[in-house]
């Protein structure tokens, strides 16, 4: 597998009010295989987690904003929480980011909440994705199909439901970066 890993790099982009396993998760089991993981937020400061039900941790940031280019990763991770990607959908920086992702043809994981973030990039038109169950409106209104499963990947956008799905939701991740198997979805 180290030959897979060899020069992947992740970015994953949050703000103050993540939720915190919704980043501690996927960046260990990022990191376990030897991926580059970068932290990027709109400033280049610690961001404070939301650990279920009170603030959490100060989480150091690789890069800010201005500083990150989708050039320079392979994919990108969305933590969901309320407060976090209510932020990002509103940051033109953050959405400009997730649209060249997408257009790029790289993975993209959202989880939870954090399918808003892709609502607002204007990216999930004609999609079939999964989220909270108190998104699902949105994601409807906004042109995708809404399912209620642990993990869902079409064409590169994976979505998970909430923190219990992580495992699946790391796992896909990892062999959507590593083997790209998305890249069979685009015929």
């Known amino acids: 597998m180290s030959q897979q890993v060899d020069g992947k790099r992740v970015a994953i982009l949050a703000t103050h009010g993540f939720e915190e396993s919704e980043l501690a ?3 260990a089991k990022l990191d ?10 709109p ?6 987690a939301w650990a279920e039900d009170n603030w959490g941790e100060t989480y150091a940031v690789d890069k800010s904003l201005d500083e990150a280019n989708s050039t320079d990763y392979h994919a990108l991770v969305l933590p969901g929480g ?3 990607p209510d932020a990002l959908r509103q940051d033109e920086r953050a959405l400009a980011l997730v649209r060249h992702f997408v257009e790029a043809g790289k993975p993209v994981a959202a989880i939870c ?10 990216v999930v ?3 079939t994705l999964t989220s909270y169950p108190s998104v699902k409106q949105d994601l409807e209104n906004a042109g995708a199909s809404w399912v209620d499963e642990p993990v869902v990947v079409d064409h590169g956008l994976v979505t998970s439901r909430q923190p219990r799905d992580l495992d699946r939701f790391c796992h896909t991740l990892v062999g959507e970066i590593l083997e790209g198997r998305h890249a069979d979805q685009a015929s």
């Open 25 to 27: 998760v996927p960046k």
């Open 32 to 41: 376990a295989p030897g991926i580059v993981v970068e932290v990027v937020a």
């Open 43 to 48: 400033e280049a400061k610690g961001i404070r």
């Open 82 to 84: 309320l407060f976090n």
């Open 113 to 122: 909440h954090a399918p808003w973030i892709l609502i607002n990039a204007g």
């Open 125 to 127: 038109t004609g999609r």
